[in-house]
C-alpha cells in the first residue's frame, strides 16, 4: 500500500477515494461493455476482467502522457479530473433529451440529422456549464477554468472571456 501511494503522491488517506472511484468505474464500465457483446451470463465476468485491465493499461499510458501537458500538484489529481470528465460528459447527455423534449424536438418530428446536430449543441453548452461546477465540487476548479477558457477561445468566443 506504501508502494501505491507513494507512486501517485497521496499524502493522507481520504485521497484514496478517487482511485477507489477510478477502479470502481473502470469496472462498472468493463461490465456494461461486456454485457453488450456477450449474452452467456458465465462469460461476463471473464470479459468484464479482460475489459477491465485493458482500460486500466489505456488510462494509465494517457495519464503518462498527459502528465506533463497539465498542471497538476499531485498524479491522483490526474484521477479526479478524469472522474470529472466522465461525470461531466454523462450529464450532459443525459440533460440534452430532456431539454429536446420541453422544447418540442423529438427524433419523430425533425429530421435525424438536425435532430442530433442540435443535440450536440445543446450538449456542448451544458457541457461547458457542467465541466466548471463539477470542477468546483472536487475541488479543482481552477484547472477547470483554466481548461475552459482554452476551450472558449478555441470556439472563437475570445472576446467574451479576456
Known amino acids: 500500500m506504501d508502494k501505491f501511494k507513494k507512486r501517485w503522491e ?20 468493463a461490465f456494461k461493455l461486456t454485457s453488450l457483446f456477450i449474452d452467456k451470463i458465465y462469460l461476463i465476468p471473464f470479459g ?11 488510462t494509465l499510458w494517457i495519464f503518462e502522457k498527459l502528465k506533463h501537458k497539465w498542471v497538476l500538484d499531485y ?3 490526474m484521477i479526479r479530473v478524469f472522474i470529472v470528465f466522465a461525470i461531466t460528459g454523462s450529464t450532459s447527455a443525459y440533460i440534452g433529451r430532456p431539454i429536446l423534449q420541453l422544447i418540442g424536438i423529438t427524433k419523430e418530428n425533425l429530421n435525424p440529422i438536425v435532430y442530433w446536430v442540435i443535440f450536440i449543441i445543446i450538449g456542448l453548452i451544458f457541457y461547458q456549464i457542467l465541466l466548471v461546477s463539477f470542477g ?6 481552477k484547472f477547470f477554468w483554466e481548461f475552459e477558457k482554452k476551450m472558449l477561445r478555441r470556439f472563437g468566443l475570445k472576446r467574451f472571456i479576456d
Open 10 to 29: 497521496i499524502q493522507k488517506n481520504w485521497q484514496l477515494l478517487f482511485p477507489a472511484l477510478g477502479i470502481l468505474g473502470i469496472v462498472y464500465s
Open 48 to 58: 468484464t476482467i479482460a475489459i477491465s485491465f485493458t482500460l486500466i493499461k489505456l
Open 75 to 77: 498524479r491522483w489529481e
Open 136 to 141: 468546483w465540487l472536487f475541488g479543482q476548479f
